[in-house]
């Protein structure tokens, strides 16, 4: 069960004393308090956890500081989306509004290299009107021997270039719990020019103590990878690791599942997954063409394969793509080969917003259905 308090509660009322008083001694059941920061009001809502099954929800609803109370299964308490839960989605962070309902881009190098080329991607960003990149400093690699990214030493350039440019959010991976303070002290340092929003790659969306580290702070919001070889659920349930410890400012985001039968691309894209996921949960949606189809392969309607699965995402209401391009792909150190091209932003955005708006459209045709059928 789960108690939502009337907004801006405050936790030393009478109002929050009586029904904290309430709630805790309740047998069986144990209370769980968790606040979430609106743009223009706080809310607490309260878990009841344990021997929930008895309790009266009106009995709930009458308690002094509930608005109403909400009946929740027990998969995805926090993000979930459950029964008669109309709960808002998403977040906006360092004044870029993430939700089940918009969209943003977040197109950058795989892998930081050198200034140079970090320097093009976000002048290119600027020129096309983009406030969000991404950009990977520590980069999680199969062969101990390959380029492991610059790691701290390039934080510094690369958040004063972003400040430059006008970007507000980088999307960075992080492999350990100890680079959230090295971006946090580095941002702090330089004056906060830009926003990070922290990674869990693929190969770490089940490593826990990452996650509860990443979920214990609220400063970054967090991007959950899916787990290339393990169920939705699963991966959903990482996300409700991040939740559970306290940030609730997650996306989730597919890049396609490992499988030979994926072939020819490198992964088997999952895109069809995008509305299961906003059906399931309240977190946006990310899509990863890069990682899931893995080359610059053509089909003869003259579309690049990661065109083509952007489209197939965002068509399908995703509401944020991450996606890999570099000034110059034969030089760079990591995931050149399906990197797109410089020349080839202009035209992918506006595929993208192409995409989104056909969605919106898309939503509108099934609308008059649903009211018809409702009757
Ligand atoms: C990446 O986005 O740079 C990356 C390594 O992705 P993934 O974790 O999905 O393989
Ligand atoms: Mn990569």
Not at 225 to 231: C, Q
Not at 269 to 278: R, T
Request: proline residues 5%; hydrophobic residues 35%; contains cysteine.
């Amino acid at each position: 069960m789960l108690a939502i308090l009337h907004p801006n509660t405050e936790l030393d009322s009478e109002a929050y004393r009586q029904t904290m008083h309430y709630l805790e001694n309740l047998p069986g059941v144990s209370v769980r308090v968790h606040e979430v920061q609106g743009a223009s009001q706080r809310l607490t809502e309260i878990y009841l956890l344990g021997d929930t099954k008895t309790l009266n929800k009106e009995e709930i609803e009458a308690l002094p500081a509930v608005e109403r109370a909400i009946r929740i299964s027990d998969d995805y308490r926090i993000l979930g989306r459950h029964k008669d839960d109309h709960r808002q989605s998403g977040f906006t962070y360092n004044g870029v509004e993430f939700s089940q309902n918009n969209l943003n881009i977040f197109a950058g190098l795989c892998a930081v290299d050198v200034p140079e080329h970090v320097e093009q991607m976000m002048q290119a960003l600027e020129d096309n009107g983009e406030v969000c990149t991404r950009m990977g400093a520590y980069k999680p690699r199969t062969n101990p021997y390959s380029f492991q990214g610059h790691g701290k030493g390039c934080l510094p350039w690369v958040f004063e270039k972003a400040g430059k440019h006008g970007i507000k959010v980088i999307a960075m991976e992080i492999t350990h719990e100890s680079h959230i303070e090295e971006i946090d002290n580095c941002l702090e340092k330089l004056g906060r020019p830009t926003g990070v929003m922290l990674q869990i790659g693929t190969r770490n969306t089940q490593n826990f103590e990452l996650l509860k580290a990443i979920g214990r702070q609220k400063t970054y919001p967090a991007l959950l990878k899916r787990g290339f070889g393990i169920t939705l659920n699963e991966s959903l349930n990482a996300a409700e690791y991040l939740a559970s410890e306290g940030n609730a400012n997650v996306i989730f985001c597919l890049r396609g599942m490992k499988t030979e039968a994926g072939q020819p691309h490198r992964n088997m894209v999952d895109f069809a997954h995008v509305p299961a996921v906003k059906r399931l949960t309240r977190m946006p949606v990310c899509v990863d063409p890069s990682h899931s189809v893995g080359s610059r392969d053509r089909s003869p309607d003259g579309i690049l394969d990661v065109m083509h699965a952007t489209a197939q995402g965002v068509i399908a209401g995703a509401n944020m793509v991450l996606v890999d391009f570099h000034p110059k792909p034969e030089k760079a150190l990591v995931d050149g080969p399906q990197a797109l091209l410089m020349k080839e932003l202009p035209a992918y955005l506006e595929d993208i917003r192409l995409c989104h708006d056909t969605w919106k459209k898309r939503q509108a045709i099934y609308q008059t259905l649903k009211d018809s059928t409702a009757e």
